[in-house]
Every structure is written in C-alpha cells, then in structure tokens.
C-alpha cells in the first residue's frame, strides 16, 4: 500500500539518483528540502516522531562511520539515510538498507564472478 509517506521518499530517492547521476553529488538544498519534508510528515502526523528521531539513528551512525573511516562511506550517502529515516521511520529504514545492502553484494558478486572486475572497479 503506497502511503504519503512512501511516495515522498520514492519521489525524494528519484531526485537523488538523476541529481548524482548527473552532477556526481548532491547539493545542500536537498538534504534541506528532504529535513522540511520529514517535519511535514511529523507535524501533520503521517509519521511518529519516535519513529523519525529512531529512524534518523542510522543515519547519524553513517554519519560518524563516514567521519571515523574518511569517507569510506560519503558524507552524501549518510545525510541521504539521515534524511530518509527521518522521513520513514526506523523499521523501515532498516528494511530499505538491508534490501541496499543485499542488492549490493549480489550485483558485487556478478561483477566479480562474471566480468572479472577486482576491487577497485568504479
């Protein structure tokens, strides 16, 4: 069942990918725009905040895993689940990054077994 919710971060995740698509990054004014849409949906109730500030833990950890490792995992990366669990609650920000995780192993996987791409492939 799509809800308010899950349209707005399909349509937030949309943006993202043609944004980084094009331009290799994303700038600040999403991630704002994301942060006024998430106070949206708390104020008008189609999320608990309990669930957006739980939902904006992962990202906070991405954010401090980002700054410990330099980068391995960028800044960008981390203000988008940030941004995203703020806006669907933590279960299903974990549910969104397990399905992201999984994905991006098995297409790792492909990579490495069928076109012979090591490592440091981009």
């Known amino acids: 069942m799509w809800t308010l919710e899950s349209i707005s971060c399909v349509l937030f995740l949309t943006v993202c990918t043609v944004i980084d698509l094009r331009y290799k990054c994303l700038p600040v004014v999403v991630f704002i725009a994301a942060t006024a849409g998430s106070a949206v949906l708390i ?3 189609s999320v608990d905040w309990i669930l957006a500030v739980g939902g904006a833990l992962p990202g906070v950890l991405c954010l401090l895993f980002s700054r410990v490792t330099r980068e391995g995992l960028g800044y960008g990366d981390s203000l988008l689940i940030l941004c995203l669990g703020t806006g669907i609650g933590l279960w299903q920000i ?4 397990l399905i992201a995780f999984f994905s991006a192993a098995v297409y790792s996987a ?13």
């Not at 990579?111 to 490592?119: E, I, K, S």
């Open 43 to 45: 104020i008008i109730g």
């Open 110 to 122: 492909f990579l490495l077994a069928v076109r012979h791409r090591g490592r440091g492939y981009t």
């Open 94 to 97: 974990i549910a969104v990054l």
